[in-house]
């Protein structure tokens, strides 16, 4: 069975303090690794999709990396409005069909 | 653009009862997810729909879920009778296309609370 597994769960930083978020996973067959951003009362929001390791894809203050075995989603210089859930999900079947992590929530603080 | 709009926001039932959410899709997306999340644990696949059809329907946990998409247009997802196990929040998302890393929308979700 796949699974995905998000660290840390939670995560303060003050503005400004670099760090990153890891998602581990363990599937049969990776198609694509996503990360979404995740506000209070909304739905997920998409930010990357990445296909192999080595890859990187880079939004303003976030950068996403992958491995054969993990992602880390880099935060350089947050800003407060950078707080939110940082979801990773993968997808092995095919059709968008897929597993998500429980998130790692993380604060920004002035 | 119009977002994915999902309704009710809140909705409060007693067990036994019956509820029905809906969802409609951005204009144009031919596909459409049901995920939920239950207090505590990870976002989980429930169904997906190419336009009218059940494409995969391998996430519903039980027969007391029923899910229907009319004319390809809006999706309802039917729960009855409700379980006090059925209380979380039920994402509804659309995308243009299924093709790998096709990014999916998704709305606001309903917080269903089984009492």
């Known amino acids: 069975e796949d699974q995905v597994t998000q660290s840390p769960e939670a995560l303060r930083l003050q503005e400004g303090e670099s760090s990153s978020l890891n998602c581990s996973y363990t599937v049969s067959g990776l198609r694509g690794l996503f990360w979404y951003r995740q506000d209070p009362g909304k739905g997920p929001e998409f930010l990357f999709t990445l296909y192999s390791a080595g890859e990187e894809k880079e939004k303003e203050r976030l950068k996403a990396t992958l491995t054969k075995k993990e992602s880390f989603l880099h935060i350089t210089a947050p800003k407060p409005e950078d707080s939110a859930t940082y979801l990773c999900a993968v997808d092995t079947g095919g059709g968008n069909k897929l597993t998500f992590g429980t998130g790692t929530q993380l604060k920004v603080e002035l | 653009e119009a977002g994915v709009t999902q309704f009710p926001s809140h909705s409060v039932i007693e067990k036994g009862q019956t509820v029905t959410l809906r969802c409609d899709p951005i204009s144009g997306h031919d596909n459409l997810y049901w995920y939920r999340r239950v207090m505590g644990k990870e976002i989980k696949f429930l169904l997906h729909?190419?336009?009218?059809?059940?494409?995969?329907e391998s996430g519903m946990p039980n027969n007391r879920f029923l899910a229907e998409r009319t004319g390809g247009t809006y999706s309802t997802l039917k729960v009855q009778p409700a379980e006090l196990e059925d209380s979380g929040v039920y994402f509804c998302a659309s995308s243009q296309r299924q093709s790998v890393g096709e990014k999916l929308f998704f709305g606001s979700g309903t917080q269903l609370s089984v009492l």
């Open positions: 729909f190419v336009k009218e059809s059940k494409q995969d």
